[in-house]
């Protein structure tokens, strides 16, 4: 690994750790508040004979098993590529994503099927206390601040995991929301307005947990990045000084992360040593002008290669068998040739042969040994041109 790939690998470890310490400590944040709030909402609810606060408590403490998912998930999330995970631990964050995403719809599927219970059983609910309806709202009040700071960290680090966990604070919320309203209602009578909230509030949470699993299970599929962040990456490659024209874009997702695919096509003259340099550039450019982009794999092509897709491979002469021929051809009435380029292209080959004569050289001889190093290689097959170079003597 050269020095400037250690200080890039180097630099995007010490970036992920940064990342995974931020999102330990807004897990941290959200499991403290879980477990404080499910005593407060158990005492409150046994006291003032409130049962939905007591299952809202429940709930609440549900959710202590999810932030230790995710903080189990930030963490493993930053470790660095092995041996057996190459392109790192990010996906570990779109698993628990998914898994977030079914609990939500999971939680949805429940409010609604709970809603027509209590609709059923609205009359049979038992008097309540004031103080549950105080202790309904602090919890309301406080989920909802739980929401908008884990939201406000997943945008900032760019974790759909977090996005997940945020949106799941906000079913607790909303389940507040409904504890309060029913709690409410059978304070002054209107039992019902519970039952219908909490349906409503169902159908909220079902449909953020479908799009946050599809979401998910989208990454975990390789699903392409918007079209948009693919057109200007494209537009990127294409300004890139030596590439004639871009193609075969591909774009996938890990976790906070997009990997890219990419072939540029280049003037297929030109030396390897320029074409990998052309195919760096690209690379480099990319992901400094796109954040989100964390590494591109650039395939360098002499020639629009879509337009070649079906040209023939097999059975066109390799270098070796070319040179080979080359001095099988001249014997040992000629030197060695002092460099071959070959090129494929089209389906084709064209040879270019650089032979050191000096001026002294017969006028005689040298052409002949032009035509039997064009009549040689051009009876192989798919050799389409042989040019022959004349070159100082060494």
């Given amino acids: 690994m050269t020095g400037e790939a250690n200080k890039r690998s180097s630099k995007a470890s010490a970036d992920d750790a940064t990342r995974a310490r931020d999102a330990q400590r807004v897990t941290m944040v959200a499991m403290a508040t879980n477990l404080v709030l ?55 964050e779109t698993v628990v994503s998914m898994f977030l995403g079914l609990v939500l719809v999971g939680v949805g599927v429940g409010f ?55 949106w799941h604070a906000r079913t607790d919320a909303a389940s507040s929301l409904v504890v309060a309203v ?63 024209g871009g193609h075969e874009l591909r774009t996938r997702r890990m976790a906070h992360r997009v990997l890219c695919d990419a072939h540029v096509q280049v003037d297929p003259r030109i030396t390897v040593s320029e074409g990998h340099h052309i195919a760096e550039s690209v690379r480099r450019r990319v992901c ?40 099988s051809l001249l014997g040992d009435a000629f030197p060695a040739p002092a460099r071959v380029l070959v090129h494929y292209l089209g389906g084709r080959v064209e040879v270019e042969v650089f032979y050191p004569l000096d001026g002294t050289a017969d006028d005689g001889a040298t052409a002949q040994l032009v035509a039997r190093v064009r009549g040689g290689l051009m009876r192989l097959p798919g050799v389409r041109s042989v040019r022959v170079h004349r070159t100082a003597a060494p």
């Fill in 288 to 327: 400094a002008r796109h954040a989100e982009v964390h590494d591109v794999l650039v395939h360098v092509d002499a020639e629009d290669d879509l337009e070649w897709m079906e040209a023939p491979i097999e059975g066109l002469p390799d270098r070796a068998m070319l040179v080979d021929t080359v001095r």
């Fill in 38 to 92: 499910s005593v407060i909402q158990v005492v409150i609810g046994v006291f003032a004979n409130a049962f939905s606060l007591v299952a809202d408590a429940v709930h609440t403490f549900s959710d202590l098993l999810t932030d230790a998912m995710v903080f189990f998930a930030a963490r493993k999330g930053a470790d660095p590529a092995d041996e057996n995970h190459p392109y790192g631990h990010d996906r570990i």
């Fill in 112 to 166: 609604l099927w709970s809603a027509g219970a209590r609709i059923q059983s609205a009359e049979a609910l038992p008097p309540l206390h004031r103080a549950a309806l105080w202790a309904a709202l602090g919890t309301l009040i406080t989920k909802e601040a739980l929401f908008r700071y884990t939201l406000a960290a997943s945008r900032r680090l760019n974790s759909r995991m977090l996005e997940a966990n945020a």
């Fill in 182 to 244: 029913g709690i409410a209602g059978g304070l002054y009578g209107y039992r019902f307005v519970e039952p219908l909230a909490a349906a409503l509030v169902g159908f909220m949470i079902l449909r953020m947990g479908i799009v946050l699993a599809y979401a998910a299970i989208g990454e975990l599929v390789d699903t392409a990045v918007s079209a948009e962040l693919a057109e200007r990456i494209r537009a990127t490659i294409n300004a890139t000084p030596g590439v004639i």
